[in-house]
C-alpha cells in the first residue's frame, strides 16, 4: 500500500523559506509522478508542483520562479523548497502520488505566513 508522510511546515515571516518533505512507501518516487497541493481556507485544493517519472517540472502560475520540486530516489523522498514566501502562501500543503491510476495523498502540513 502506498503512503505518503510529510513533514516540514511551519510558521514563517514573509520573504523567508522552508522546505517541506514527503517520505513515500509503497511505490518508488523515480517511477511515479509526483506532486504539491495547497488548500487555503474557504479555498478549493490548487495545485502547486509537479515532478514526472522523466524529471520533467511543472508549476502554478503563482509560485513560479519561487518555489522547486525534487526527488531524492536513494530517499525514496521528494521535496518542495519554497523561497520568498507570501501571506497569500499560508495554506495546509499536500503531496501526491499518482500511482496505478490512483491519487495518494499525505496527511497535511500547515504553512503559515506571517507579513
Known amino acids: 500500500q502506498v503512503q505518503l508522510v510529510e513533514s516540514g511546515g511551519g510558521l514563517v515571516q514573509a520573504g523567508g523559506s522552508l522546505t517541506l518533505s514527503c517520505a513515500v512507501s509503497g511505490t518508488i518516487v523515480s517511477d511515479n509522478f509526483m506532486g504539491w497541493f495547497r488548500q487555503a481556507p474557504g479555498k478549493e485544493r490548487e495545485f502547486v508542483a509537479q515532478i514526472t517519472s522523466g524529471n520533467r517540472r511543472n508549476y502554478g502560475d503563482a509560485v513560479k520562479g519561487r518555489f522547486t520540486i525534487s526527488r531524492d530516489n536513494a530517499k525514496n523522498t521528494f521535496y518542495l523548497q519554497m523561497n520568498s514566501l507570501k501571506p497569500e502562501d499560508t495554506a495546509v500543503y499536500y503531496c501526491?502520488?499518482?500511482?496505478?491510476?490512483?491519487?495518494?495523498w499525505g496527511q497535511g502540513t500547515q504553512v503559515t505566513v506571517s507579513s
Open positions: 501526491n502520488v499518482y500511482h496505478a491510476y490512483t491519487n495518494y
